[in-house]
Nanobody
Framework: QVQLVESGGGLVQPGGSLRLSCAAS????????MSWYRQAPGKGRVLVAA????????NYADSVKGRFTFSRDNAKNTVYLQMNSLKPEDTAVYYC????????WGQGTQVTVSS
């Protein structure tokens, strides 16, 4: 059974940092690309970043380039999203996704950027 469990969200002031984690289980983690999406209140879910199965290739939404870093540790079956220089517009629920013929999602973790 595929499971994705996000953690690391919280309340942070503008300019601050957070690191999100997504622990995966139930599949061969190292063979799948992964992604992070976010959904702001009243808006649709949008892609934030994606990473290849071995981590050599990453892609970012223009809105987070230079501020967010997506990484993975295949030995720990975990992906990470390091978020720096956070802005109020980064406030959203962040979801981890397994990319494949059948996509799987975690339950999400809330990130709130506010003073």
């Amino acid at each position: 059974q595929v499971q994705l469990v996000e953690s690391g969200g919280g309340l942070v002031q503008p300019g601050g940092s957070l690191r999100l984690s997504c622990a995966a289980s139930g599949f061969t983690f190292s063979t799948y690309a992964m992604s992070w999406y976010r959904q702001a209140p009243g808006k649709g879910r949008v892609l934030v970043a994606a990473i290849s199965s071995v981590g050599g290739i990453t892609n970012y939404a223009d809105s987070v380039k230079g501020r967010f870093t997506f990484s993975r540790d295949n030995a720990k079956n975990t992906v990470y999203l390091q978020m720096n220089s956070l802005k109020p517009e980064d406030t959203a629920v962040y979801y981890c996704q397994r990319i494949g013929t059948q996509n799987y999602w975690g339950q999400g973790t809330q990130v709130t950027v506010s003073s």
